[in-house]
C-alpha cells in the first residue's frame, strides 16, 4: 500500500516518535503531519474529518457529537494513539461510519510503572524532600526528619482490574510486598496468564469495602458516564483516615474540589495525580499542597513506549486501508 495523490490521504494530530512518522511517510508520502505540535483546534480536527481517509489522533483531541456529526466527512478510521478513548464519542463516530482504534497493551507495565512511581512518592515523601533540598532547607540527616511510611505490608486497593491495574498490583505485591486488593464491576478478561493479578489479590464485592480497607487506593478504570466522579466527596469519607489517593486513569474519575476539600481537612494523607479533571489545567490549591505529587500526563511517556504505540496505529491502519479487520478496533 502506498500514498500518493490518489493514495490514501492521512492526517496525524500530533508529532509522534520519529520511527512511526517515518513509517508513515514511507507508507504515505503525503502525510499531514502537525509542525508546530500544537493541539488542533474543533475547526482543525472537522476539517481533517473532511480533508483525509485516516486520522491519526491522540487524547488532547476532542471527538465531540459535534465535531463528528458536521457535513461533508470522509474519514473512515480514527487510529488513537493511546488506549483510553474517553476523548471520541464512540456512538457519533459510529453513526458518522468511523472506525477507531486504540493501541492497548504496549503501555502496560510502563503506566502500571508510574502508578508505583506515585505510590513511592507520596508514601516516602519523595518530591516534598527533593523540594526542600533544592531550596537550601536541608541541613543534614537527623533521625526524625522527614519521615515517610513504609510500603511494605500495607494494603493497595486497585479500582478497576483491567491490564494496567492488574500490572501495577503485581509489582506492588511482588516488588514492594504490598497487600493487593481490588475492585470492578466484572471479572478481569485475562487471555495470558503472564497479566493476571497477583494470586493472593483479594476481591472486594463493593467500592465501599475496598476504600475501608485501602491504605493506598490506586484508580485504573476507564473514564466513562458511569465512572465520572467516582470519587467524590462520599467516597472520599469512606477511605482510611490518612490513606493516599492515586490517579493514573483520567482526571474525570475525581471530583478534584472534592479531593481538594478532603486533602485541607487532613482526611487523606496525600494524593499522586498524573491526570486532571480539567487537563492540561491543575487546579490551583492542588499546587500548593506538598502532600501533593503532581505528575505532567507521563503514564506511557518513554521512548519506547511511545513509538510501540505509534506503531501500533500504523499497524491498525495498514490493516484498515487493507480492508482486514482491525487488530485494536473499539
Ligand atoms: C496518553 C493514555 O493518553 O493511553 C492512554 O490512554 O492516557 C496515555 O498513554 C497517550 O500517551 C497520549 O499520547
Given at each position: ?18 520511527p512511526v512518522e517515518e513509517a508513515l511517510r514511507a507508507r504515505f508520502p503525503d502525510v499531514r503531519l502537525n509542525a508546530d505540535d500544537a493541539a488542533f483546534t474543533p475547526e482543525q ?286
Amino acid at each position: 500500500m502506498s500514498g500518493g495523490a490518489c493514495g490514501p490521504q492521512v492526517v496525524v494530530t500530533r508529532r509522534l516518535p520519529a520511527p512511526v512518522e517515518e513509517a508513515l511517510r514511507a507508507r504515505f508520502p503525503d502525510v499531514r503531519l502537525n509542525a508546530d505540535d500544537a493541539a488542533f483546534t474543533p475547526e482543525q480536527l472537522a476539517q481533517a474529518l473532511q480533508e483525509a481517509d485516516v486520522v491519526v489522533t491522540t487524547v488532547t483531541d476532542r471527538w465531540t457529537p459535534a465535531v463528528l456529526g458536521a457535513s461533508g466527512v470522509r474519514a473512515r478510521l480514527l487510529a488513537n494513539v493511546g488506549v483510553g478513548v474517553n476523548h471520541i464519542d464512540l456512538a457519533a463516530a459510529r453513526a458518522a461510519g468511523i472506525t477507531v482504534t486504540n493501541t492497548p497493551d504496549v503501555l502496560t507495565e510502563d503506566t502500571a510503572d508510574i502508578a508505583i512511581a506515585l505510590v513511592l512518592m507520596t508514601l516516602r515523601r519523595l518530591g516534598e524532600g527533593e523540594r526542600l533540598l533544592r531550596a537550601g532547607i536541608w541541613t543534614g540527616l537527623r533521625p526524625t526528619f522527614h519521615l515517610g511510611r513504609t510500603l511494605r505490608g500495607k494494603v493497595l486497593g486497585i479500582v478497576g482490574y483491567g491490564r494496567i491495574g492488574r500490572a501495577t498490583a503485581r509489582i506492588a505485591a511482588a516488588g514492594f510486598g504490598m497487600r493487593v486488593v481490588w475492585h470492578a464491576p466484572r471479572d478481569p478478561r485475562v487471555d495470558d496468564p503472564a497479566t493476571a493479578g497477583p494470586p493472593d489479590a483479594e476481591r472486594m464485592p463493593t467500592l465501599e469495602a475496598l476504600l475501608r480497607a485501602s491504605d493506598v487506593v490506586s484508580l485504573h478504570c476507564p473514564a466513562t458516564p458511569e465512572t465520572r466522579h467516582l470519587v467524590n466527596a462520599a467516597t472520599l469519607a469512606q477511605m482510611k483516615p490518612g490513606a493516599v489517593l492515586v490517579n493514573t486513569a483520567r482526571g474525570d474519575v475525581v471530583d478534584e474540589a472534592a479531593l481538594v476539600a478532603a486533602l485541607q481537612a487532613g482526611a487523606l494523607a496525600g494524593a499522586g495525580l498524573d491526570v486532571y479533571e480539567f487537563e492540561p489545567r491543575v487546579t490551583p490549591a492542588l499546587l500548593a499542597m506538598e502532600q501533593v505529587v503532581l505528575l505532567p500526563h507521563l503514564g506511557s511517556a518513554t521512548v519506547e513506549t511511545r513509538s510501540a504505540m505509534g506503531m501500533r496505529a500504523v499497524a491498525n491502519l495498514d490493516a484498515f486501508l487493507d480492508g482486514r479487520p482491525c487488530p485494536d478496533a473499539v
